[in-house]
């Protein structure tokens, strides 16, 4: 290819600009540029759903610090990592990640980096920018390194990941108005409407669900509480416990926590409006009981997909063009998974669910769309004023080599954690204290679980059920 | 043109390889020097708390009269960590014990050497290696009077611009007989960093 194009000193221009931009500071992998995340990751999800970790993580390959998908990398191994059980190797990955994004969050307003990473955005794709975790991705950082540090006797190492957890949660609700706003203004200028953007693209709707936004994740906000209750600090539980039900009110299980607590505390006003809502309360525990609470991680989340678009683009010379897009979507409909069935002498609890990842995940894919096409605007136009000036100066040989560039280097960012659960369910209940057996009743199988309750506290199961895999964890906090 | 085009291409790799080239350098610092690495808790401000509260102590009329006829015997529990950082906060309790030790007024015992202590003396008595005449004693340990305690919390705030952090770190002693409060101290450090508008 070299040695058809440098016939021309503009064209060897061009293909000098690319090469060194493709070659900037934060590296990334051919791979990238050609083939999506999301098919780079099917392997790694097989061996996941079959319960093998360590494959999978083998599978998963290492990014160098510096390449722009390493944060993603990080976060994919500490889940595996978790998953395996190997709490210290999980906890020190996503501790990196954590030093990475705050990196991230410190750098100037204007990065010179940045913007040669755009450039090279501008002549390939997004898979070549560094990856921006998502604030739904951070909070589930932090929940995973909270269990991480829980299942290593750390509790006080826990609630600082919880405090992160919320932290996380705060600024996202700060950033996420003025964002929002910005991006949709900057999308108008660049010729494009967000409604010609929608008459073209698939209504996630049915991929979403129902939730408000992308970022506020129930699950982060119970397990917080869940923690500070252990420790003994009920009113900070209380707080979290009621963020969470503003998320998910039919949850059974947060309705009654909310309840209990507001009654332990003597929030009068508090208990009375919430006993409209939710029914009268009775307080039940007695003093040889402790009380299980389960996190059950339901599969894997869905990757995102591609998909190419002909969207029209207004340019000022020229009047309406369309030019073909390519964009990442998420179109499988929210995935219905059946409620767990915890029995314990003659008493049955089903599992709630607390978090859906997809929700989040799409509804967050849906607010950075603007932001997105705005860059994809800039992109196919600049790809295509290339083409046309490669087929001026280098004829039909540089119109080809430049269509198929094109074409082939048109690729959605599909790069999402992928790891993850795609459900987070809960059941909490009050045991009489000693060793007990949990049968769950799982897609028709079933599955016994041994805990050793301890009296007036609380011990948290994890379970996972992923493909054909189960497994759980348990600890006495 | 083409003179043109090898500059650009030339000046751009340039600028790309010295970006990314770094070069290792080691060297001594003094350890008590103002650190601002970053925004986090770090040695300042560890070097602060534990300075300020031990002033703050061993200066207070009322740990004055404690101290004018004996040397009260001191236990520190664990400092509770209440911010969203991974704060060492064993570290910080051992500055101040260690300044107070210093100070020749207190004296202390040490909850976590507990084991370790009960592991020389069961040698000590039942490991056949030691005269038993010169072997210590079990049952006379000294008690601690007084309980160290304290903790440390935080508040976070951050916008585009810059990010605030605030720490408050509080101190008691306590009277373990009577259950009273003998001194309360509290230390405040606050830090913000506005984040620079151009950079690599």
């Not at chain 2, 704060?87 to 976590?112: A, C, H, N, P, Y």
Request: glycine share 6%; charged share 20%.
């Amino acid at each position: 290819m070299i040695n058809f194009l440098p016939k021309r000193p503009v064209v060897s221009f061009v293909v000098s600009i690319i090469i060194t931009t493709l070659s900037g500071c934060a590296s990334f992998e051919l791979t990238d540029l050609f083939q999506g995340y999301n098919s780079q990751m099917k392997p790694v999800k097989a061996a996941q759903r079959q319960g093998e970790f360590v494959k999978a993580q083998n599978l998963l390959g290492e990014r160098a610090q510096g390449n722009n998908s390493y944060v993603l990398n990080l976060l994919e191994r500490g889940r595996l990592e978790f998953l395996a059980a190997d709490w210290q190797a999980s906890q020190k990955s996503f501790a990196q990640a954590y030093v990475e994004i705050e990196e991230q969050g410190n750098k100037a307003k204007i990065q010179i980096s940045k913007g040669f990473e755009n450039l090279s955005a501008v002549v390939s794709n997004d898979n070549v920018t560094s990856y921006q975790v998502p604030y739904y991705e951070q909070s589930m950082l932090h929940s995973y390194q909270a269990l991480n540090y829980l299942f290593q006797h750390d509790l006080v190492g826990a609630l600082v990941e919880v405090r992160r957890a919320n932290l996380v949660q705060e600024k996202a609700l700060k950033a996420y108005k003025n964002e929002v706003y910005q991006a949709q203004k900057e999308l108008n200028n660049s010729g494009m409407t967000t409604d010609s953007l929608y008459s073209g693209y698939p209504s996630m709707a049915s991929a979403i669900g129902k939730v408000k936004n992308g970022f506020q994740n129930a699950f982060t906000f119970y397990l917080s509480g869940i923690l500070y209750e252990a420790s003994g600090e009920l009113n900070d539980a209380y707080i979290d416990y009621k963020r969470a039900i503003e998320i998910y009110p039919e949850n059974h299980y947060l309705q009654q926590d909310v309840l209990r607590l507001a009654a332990k505390l003597g929030m009068q006003d508090d208990l009375a409006s919430l006993q409209q809502r939710f029914g009268k309360y009775q307080a039940q525990t007695s003093k040889e009981q402790g009380q299980v609470v389960v996190l059950i991680e339901q599969d894997i989340v869905n990757s995102k997909q591609d998909i190419g678009l002909n969207l029209p683009v207004g340019r000022s010379n020229s009047g309406l063009k369309f030019f073909s897009f390519s964009l990442p979507v998420y179109q499988e409909t929210l995935p219905k998974h059946s409620k767990l069935t915890f029995k314990n002498q003659d008493q049955s609890y089903f599992s709630n669910e607390i978090v859906g990842i997809q929700s989040l995940a799409a509804k967050d894919l849906q607010e950075q769309l603007p932001a997105l096409l705005t860059r994809q605007v800039v992109r196919v136009v600049a790809k295509e004023k290339m083409r046309q000036k490669l087929s001026r100066e280098a004829g039909d040989v540089g119109n080809i080599l430049a269509s198929i560039y094109n074409i082939a280097s048109e690729r959605a960012d599909t790069r999402s954690w992928s790891t993850l659960p795609d459900q987070v369910d809960i059941v909490r209940m009050n045991l009489p204290a000693g060793k007990q057996v949990l049968q769950v009743q799982l897609n028709g199988q079933q599955k016994n679980i041994e805990v050793d309750v301890q009296p007036n506290r609380i011990t948290l199961i994890n379970f996972s059920a992923i493909g054909s895999y189960t497994g759980y964890q348990t600890i006495n906090l | 043109m083409n003179k043109l085009a090898l500059v650009t291409t030339l000046g751009l790799t340039l600028v790309f390889a010295t970006g990314c080239a770094n070069k290792a350098v080691v060297r001594y610092g003094d350890a008590t020097a103002v650190e601002t690495t970053d925004i986090n808790f770090g040695s300042t401000d560890l070097q602060k708390v534990a300075a300020q509260m031990t002033d703050s102590l061993l200066l207070s009329p009322v740990v004055g009269t404690l101290t004018q006829n004996a040397r009260p015997v001191m236990f520190v529990e664990r400092l509770k960590n209440k911010t969203s950082e991974h704060i060492d906060t064993e570290s910080i309790t051992d500055s101040i014990s260690t300044k107070l030790l210093r100070s020749g007024k207190f004296r202390f015992v040490d909850m976590g050497r507990v084991e370790a202590a009960r592991e020389q003396l069961n040698f000590q008595h039942d490991g056949g290696m030691v005269d038993p005449n010169t072997a210590s004693q079990f049952g006379r340990q000294i008690g601690a009077q007084y309980m160290l305690y304290g903790n440390l919390s935080s508040i976070v705030k951050s916008n585009q611009d810059k990010s605030d952090v605030y720490y408050k770190f509080t101190l008691r002693l306590m009277d373990l007989e009577s259950g009273l409060v003998e001194w309360a101290d509290e230390t405040e450090i606050r830090k913000t960093k506005a984040k620079e508008s151009v950079g690599w």
